[in-house]
Protein backbone atom coordinates (compact mmCIF):
# COMPACT_ATOMS: atom_id res chain seq x y z
CA UNK A 1 0.00 0.00 0.00
CA UNK A 2 3.37 2.05 0.85
CA UNK A 3 4.03 1.89 -2.94
CA UNK A 4 0.83 3.09 -4.18
CA UNK A 5 0.93 6.41 -1.99
CA UNK A 6 3.92 7.47 -2.89
CA UNK A 7 3.05 6.82 -6.89
CA UNK A 8 0.35 9.01 -5.89
CA UNK A 9 1.76 11.63 -4.33
CA UNK A 10 4.34 11.99 -7.21
CA UNK A 11 1.78 11.71 -9.95
CA UNK A 12 0.08 15.02 -7.71
CA UNK A 13 3.33 16.98 -8.07
CA UNK A 14 3.85 16.13 -11.10
CA UNK A 15 0.30 17.68 -12.24
CA UNK A 16 1.25 20.88 -10.16
CA UNK A 17 5.02 21.34 -11.85
CA UNK A 18 3.27 20.39 -15.34
CA UNK A 19 5.52 17.46 -15.59
CA UNK A 20 3.30 14.86 -15.93
CA UNK A 21 2.34 14.29 -20.12
CA UNK A 22 -0.57 12.25 -21.50
CA UNK A 23 0.66 8.44 -20.98
CA UNK A 24 3.57 9.25 -18.03
CA UNK A 25 6.91 10.56 -17.84
CA UNK A 26 8.68 10.87 -21.21
CA UNK A 27 12.72 9.92 -21.71
CA UNK A 28 14.67 12.74 -22.87
CA UNK A 29 17.47 11.28 -24.02
CA UNK A 30 19.50 8.07 -24.14
CA UNK A 31 23.25 7.95 -23.75
CA UNK A 32 24.46 6.47 -27.31
CA UNK A 33 26.47 3.87 -25.60
CA UNK A 34 24.07 2.37 -23.92
CA UNK A 35 22.18 2.56 -27.18
CA UNK A 36 25.28 0.56 -28.59
CA UNK A 37 25.01 -1.71 -26.31
CA UNK A 38 21.48 -2.66 -26.47
CA UNK A 39 22.09 -3.00 -29.86
CA UNK A 40 24.88 -5.44 -30.13
CA UNK A 41 23.10 -7.64 -27.52
CA UNK A 42 20.22 -7.97 -29.83
CA UNK A 43 22.66 -8.66 -32.81
CA UNK A 44 24.46 -11.41 -30.83
CA UNK A 45 20.82 -13.11 -29.98
CA UNK A 46 20.33 -13.00 -33.09
CA UNK A 47 22.89 -14.35 -34.54
CA UNK A 48 22.82 -17.17 -32.01
CA UNK A 49 19.32 -18.11 -32.94
CA UNK A 50 20.17 -17.84 -36.43
CA UNK A 51 22.90 -20.18 -35.96
CA UNK A 52 21.26 -22.48 -32.99
CA UNK A 53 24.23 -21.79 -30.40
CA UNK A 54 23.32 -21.49 -27.09
CA UNK A 55 25.51 -18.84 -25.58
CA UNK A 56 25.14 -17.51 -21.61
CA UNK A 57 25.76 -13.54 -22.84
CA UNK A 58 24.47 -12.23 -19.65
CA UNK A 59 26.60 -14.25 -17.78
CA UNK A 60 29.75 -13.24 -20.20
CA UNK A 61 28.70 -9.95 -19.60
CA UNK A 62 28.28 -9.90 -15.91
CA UNK A 63 31.59 -11.34 -15.79
CA UNK A 64 33.17 -8.85 -17.77
CA UNK A 65 30.91 -5.64 -15.92
CA UNK A 66 32.35 -7.06 -12.39
CA UNK A 67 36.16 -6.65 -13.47
CA UNK A 68 35.46 -3.28 -15.00
CA UNK A 69 33.97 -2.87 -11.91
CA UNK A 70 37.12 -3.60 -9.88
CA UNK A 71 39.59 -2.13 -12.17
CA UNK A 72 37.54 1.08 -11.92
CA UNK A 73 37.84 0.75 -7.58
CA UNK A 74 41.81 0.51 -8.34
CA UNK A 75 41.95 3.51 -10.16
CA UNK A 76 40.03 5.47 -7.99
CA UNK A 77 41.74 3.43 -4.38
CA UNK A 78 45.08 4.73 -6.04
CA UNK A 79 44.10 8.51 -7.43
CA UNK A 80 44.03 11.15 -4.33
CA UNK A 81 41.02 13.48 -3.94
CA UNK A 82 42.08 17.13 -3.36
Known sequence: MLFFQEK???REA???KGVREKGGRKIQELPES???VIRVIGLLRGLCTTLEV???LIEIMASHARLGQVESQEVYAGSKIT
Do not use: A, H, Q, V
Open 34 to 36: FIF
Open 14 to 16: DKE
Open 8 to 10: KTE
Open 54 to 56: EIP
